[in-house]
């Protein structure tokens, strides 16, 4: 097999393996890397798009006590999400 096919192989392969995931940010796509042992964020992705599409963040947004008067205060989202992935580690 010739080299640009190969690479053509590996493309159509890496392709096939990634997935979309529906975040409240938008649509990501996600790589499957089945030679990793492990990846950073794990099954982090597919735990964001669950979440949002059940509403359970922006639920917990709303219902939040936080409120920040400070023109330089961080939003309610960064947060409560920085909360949240610190609790995750």
Same mark, same amino acid.
């Given at each position: 097999m010739g080299?640009?096919?190969l690479?053509r192989l590996k493309a159509?392969?890496?392709?096939?393996?990634?997935?979309?995931?529906?975040? #409240?940010g938008?649509?990501?796509?996600v790589?499957?890397? #089945?030679?990793? #042992?492990?990846?950073?964020?794990?099954?982090l992705?597919?735990?964001?798009e669950?979440?949002?599409l059940?509403g359970?963040?922006?639920?917990?947004?709303?219902?939040?006590?936080?409120?920040y008067t400070?023109p330089? #205060?961080p939003?309610?989202?960064?947060?409560?999400?920085?909360?949240?992935l610190?609790?995750?580690?």
């Amino acid at each position: 097999m010739g080299e640009s096919k190969l690479k053509r192989l590996k493309a159509k392969q890496m392709q096939m393996s990634c997935a979309g995931v529906q975040t #409240a940010g938008g649509r990501v796509q996600v790589r499957w890397e #089945a030679d990793s #042992a492990a990846t950073p964020m794990g099954q982090l992705a597919y735990f964001i798009e669950f979440l949002t599409l059940t509403g359970l963040w922006s639920g917990w947004q709303e219902r939040c006590p936080l409120s920040y008067t400070s023109p330089n #205060a961080p939003s309610k989202a960064d947060v409560l999400g920085t909360w949240m992935l610190s609790i995750l580690s």
